[in-house]
């Protein structure tokens, strides 16, 4: 319908998407049912009531109203979740989201196999429940657009925690995590700062005590050492993500 009967038009569009104009961010829909205006019809015409008068008491004008906005956006997505799992390729984000959730991300021994951010959810025995995000895979210059680069880094922001998943197979531990953490705060001042821990995956691995070791002796933050695969230690894990979302900010409720 068209004029004083016309409905609304509503584009419905995931919570967590930013509308942008020109690079500009007009508004930031991280609530439920929250709105924005993206278009305004135009000006009605008028009807030959309108141009009556005593000299005219028939007219047979009428005039067209005027014509709507016309404008285009930018709608871009940043994922809602309270804790964020980041890491290098194939360092087992993707399993540790399985062993703690109900989500069945991809899992493979190639590198990406994560592609696109995946969520799940962590169910606690007193009902509360957490949003943990799997995102893709990380490499060094990401801050720059290298790999996945800002597709995967804007998602961080949405996370009030950070799990720096670490394997604890290879050598350098420690510079893995500190490179991790480099990207992220080349992307955002702050980031890093987050509250975090340390997973060090993969511990059911020979030669893994020593590296864990290192990170336990060089990281001011608890390192959790577990094996995804096997559900090793993820117990543990699970208490301490709880323990970051009753200290944090929690951006929404699941």
């Not at 929250?34 to 015409?45: L, M, Q, T």
Request: with cysteine.
């Amino acid at each position: 319908m068209h004029g004083a009967n016309g409905s609304h038009f509503v584009v419905k569009v995931p919570i967590g998407t930013l509308v942008k104009e020109n690079d500009v961010t007009l508004s930031d829909l991280n609530e439920q049912d929250a709105k924005f205006i993206a278009a305004r019809g135009g000006s009605g015409g008028h009807g030959n009531h309108f141009f009556l008068s005593n000299e005219n008491r028939h007219p047979d004008i009428a005039e067209m109203g005027a014509a709507g906005e016309q404008r285009v956006y930018d709608l871009e997505l940043k994922i809602m979740a309270h804790i964020g799992l980041v890491g290098f390729p194939n360092a087992g984000k993707s399993t540790l989201l399985r062993a703690i959730s109900r989500a069945r991300p991809k899992v493979a021994s190639y590198p990406f196999t994560t592609l696109n951010p995946h969520i799940g959810i962590v169910h606690y025995d007193d009902y509360v429940q957490l949003a943990v995000a799997d995102l893709p895979g990380l490499i060094p210059g990401a801050h720059e657009n290298k790999g996945l680069g800002i597709s995967f880094l804007r998602h961080i922001e949405r996370c009030s925690g950070i799990l720096y998943v670490i394997d604890s197979s290879i050598d350098s531990p420690l510079e893995q995590l500190e490179a991790l953490k480099y990207e992220l705060e080349q992307f955002k001042e702050g980031l890093s700062s987050r509250p975090y821990a340390v997973v060090a995956n993969k511990c059911d691995l020979e030669g893994c005590e020593d590296r864990i070791q290192i990170l336990k002796e060089n990281v001011s933050m608890p390192v959790f050492p577990i094996s995804a695969k096997f559900g090793n230690n993820v117990l543990q894990l699970l208490e301490y993500i709880r323990k970051l979302y009753d200290e944090g900010d929690k951006p929404m409720i699941w």
